[in-house]
């Protein structure tokens, strides 16, 4: 890694990978998240990729489509450079087309959500 892409941190890696902070959990925060994790697993992930022509030459563009909580619908786009060879760098998340444009033409692929699913 560059220093332009590593992450900074305010505590050193050693003391980072002991750190344990307190947490004011309800009783019920074990259960609840199983419970929500095994709902999650009951539905199919439904994955729906397609390709679209959004104009930039050196990019692959996809419009994905995904269930997700509950099996409410999330879409979104997929971004990566067209000529990689193999898997990009890295993957990312960003608000909006712009920011996956931007890291694509980085030579990282980047999935934006969509702000309105339609």
Request: glycine share 8%; hydrophobic share 35%.
């Amino acid at each position: 890694m560059t220093e332009e892409t590593m992450p900074h941190f305010d505590l050193p890696l050693e003391v980072l990978e002991q750190y344990l902070p307190e947490r004011d959990e309800p009783a019920d925060f074990d259960d609840f998240w199983r419970a929500t994790l095994d709902e999650a697993r009951r539905h199919d992930v439904g994955l729906d990729r397609r390709e679209v022509d959004a104009g930039y030459r050196e990019l692959i563009t996809e419009d994905i489509r995904f269930a997700g909580f509950d099996g409410q619908p999330i879409a979104g786009w997929f971004v990566a450079p067209r000529h990689a060879e193999g898997p990009s760098r890295s993957s990312c998340r960003t608000s909006g087309t712009a920011g996956a444009v931007a890291w694509s033409g980085r030579g990282r692929s980047c999935r934006a959500p969509a702000s309105r699913s339609s």
